[in-house]
Antibody, heavy 121, light 110 residues
Framework: EVQLVESGGGLVQPGRSLRLSCAAS????????MHWVRQAPGKGLEWVSG????????GYADSVKGRFTISRDNAKNSLYLQMNSLRAEDTALYYC??????????????WGKGTTVTVSS | QSALTQPASVSGSPGQSITISCTGT?????????VSWYQQHPGKAPKLMIY???NRPSGVSNRFSGSKSGNTASLTISGLQAEDEADYYC??????????FGTGTKVTVL
């Protein structure tokens, strides 16, 4: 069974950092691009970042560019999101999602259950 | 990277058909056939319903169909059922090598 399990969320003060992880199983991880998508409480979905199968192509939403860094470790079947200089508006449920193919141009066909990040003093 | 525009809500009676629009620009919806649609029930993760404008993943009911004309994509749900009541989001690849979601539409089955 294809499965994505996010971890690393929590309560953090504004300006601090947090690193999210996503453990993948049930598919050949290094064949596929991956995405991070977030959803603020009571709000819609927002694409955060995407990374190609070999990390050769990476993209970020303007709202996080320069503060967040996406990465992956294909040997560990894991995806990461390093979040620096966190703001209150980064408070959200963060989903890890598998792309349909090697390129994050493609849609998200499998989603994790998400991990909650709360930025507050 | 402005969100794609969707109606806030759409409603219909059981058995009816409804259509949700998703309007973007030539830099996203109109420029690529990488439009997808997601269904999200309260407290659940999104589920892929349509990809590449009009393709249905295995296991998704054929009551769901997608199309595109110019800068506007559409999701049609025919034979509306109670279980279709959920939030729906469109998404598109963009010329900035990013993805962008729509504002979301709440579907209510009357």
């Amino acid at each position: 069974e294809v499965q994505l399990v996010e971890s690393g969320g929590g309560l953090v003060q504004p300006g601090r950092s947090l690193r999210l992880s996503c453990a993948a199983s049930g598919f050949t991880f290094d064949d596929y691009a991956m995405h991070w998508v977030r959803q603020a409480p009571g709000k819609g979905l927002e694409w955060v970042s995407g990374i190609s199968w070999n990390s050769g192509s990476i993209g970020y939403a303007d709202s996080v560019k320069g503060r967040f860094t996406i990465s992956r470790d294909n040997a560990k079947n894991s995806l990461y999101l390093q979040m620096n200089s966190l703001r209150a508006e980064d408070t959200a449920l963060y989903y890890c999602a598998k792309a349909y193919n090697w390129n994050f141009h493609s849609h998200m066909d499998v989603w994790g259950k998400g991990t909650t990040v709360t930025v507050s003093s | 990277q402005s969100a794609l525009t969707q109606p806030a809500s759409v409603s219909g009676s059981p058995g009816q058909s409804i259509t949700i629009s998703c309007t973007g620009t030539s830099s996203d919806v109109g420029g690529y056939n990488y439009v997808s649609w997601y269904q999200q029930h309260p407290g659940k993760a999104p589920k892929l319903m349509i990809y590449d404008v009009s393709n249905r993943p295995s296991g998704v009911s054929n009551r769901f169909s997608g199309s595109k004309s110019g800068n506007t994509a559409s999701l049609t749900i025919s034979g509306l059922q109670a279980e279709d009541e959920a939030d729906y989001y469109c998404s598109s690849y963009t010329s900035s090598s990013t993805q962008v979601f729509g504002t979301g539409t709440k579907v209510t089955v009357l």
